[in-house]
């Protein structure tokens, strides 16, 4: 399977400030990356998808200026909240997806990232 | 678009009782996974459901997949504290075999010892 790393796992941020989330693929290449939020005790809502090399698409209700997607090589997207507020506190989880075959694709998630806006 | 819906949101079993989440999409699904969260932790793939009817067991885990395609359930038998979590499935739409996943709601597993 594909090794998936994400980086902070933690950040508390004040309100107003950036924050940038790095999600790395560490043994396999991919074109696409997934970045999704959950909050507690709920389900995981899909953000966007990041592409490689090109601009990320972004799910309906998604703002695309405040939650920049950069996916600049085919192992590392990251996810920058711009002026962060409260509201914005999650769990961030990005996914690769790995083909297995004919319609087979399991996807693997990086440990995640909570992220505290003060 | 595309709506998954799985209930219930939560159970409480004891230890050795028979625990089943179930899982329906409002259009028809590709293929379904399965995922499992332990509480801290990120999601972790338990399975894959392409074929209609569709039934795989792992261990004390038995997956359905729907005749329709819409539907689908997981099963534990026997439950065991190392059980708990959240478990999650997902749905990608028909005629798709790659691309995003939708989600349902998850029901999360608490096992009295």
């Known amino acids: 399977g594909a090794v998936v790393s994400q980086h902070p796992s933690r950040v508390i941020c004040k309100s107003g400030t950036s924050v940038k989330i790095e999600c790395r693929s560490l043994d396999f290449q991919a074109t696409t990356m997934f970045w999704y939020r959950q909050f507690p005790k709920q389900s995981l809502m899909l953000m966007a998808t990041s592409n490689e090399g090109s601009k990320a698409t972004y799910e309906q209700g998604v703002e695309k200026d405040k939650f920049l997607i950069n996916h600049a090589s085919l192992t590392l997207s990251t996810l920058t909240v711009t002026s962060a507020h409260p509201e914005d506190s999650s769990f961030y989880i990005c996914?690769?997806?790995?083909?297995?075959?004919?319609?087979?694709?399991?996807?693997?998630f990086g440990p995640g990232t909570r992220l505290t806006v003060l | 678009g595309q709506q998954v819906m799985q209930i219930p949101q939560y159970q409480h079993v004891q230890e050795g009782e028979d625990f089943t989440t179930y899982c329906n999409s409002s259009?028809?699904?590709?293929?379904i996974q399965w995922y499992k969260q332990r509480p801290g932790g990120h999601p972790v793939f338990l399975i894959q459901?392409?074929?209609?009817?569709e039934v795989k067991k792992q261990k004390r885990l038995t997956f359905q997949f729907g005749e329709a395609k819409k539907n689908s359930s997981l099963h534990i038998t026997a439950t065991q504290t190392t059980d708990v979590g959240t478990y999650f499935c997902a749905g990608r739409a028909g005629g798709t075999s790659y691309g995003k996943l939708t989600f349902g709601q998850g029901t999360i597993l608490t096992v009295h010892p």
């Open positions: 259009t028809t699904l590709s293929n």
């Open positions: 459901l392409v074929k209609s009817g």
């Open positions: 996914s690769v997806t790995l083909a297995g075959g004919p319609g087979y694709n399991e996807q693997f």
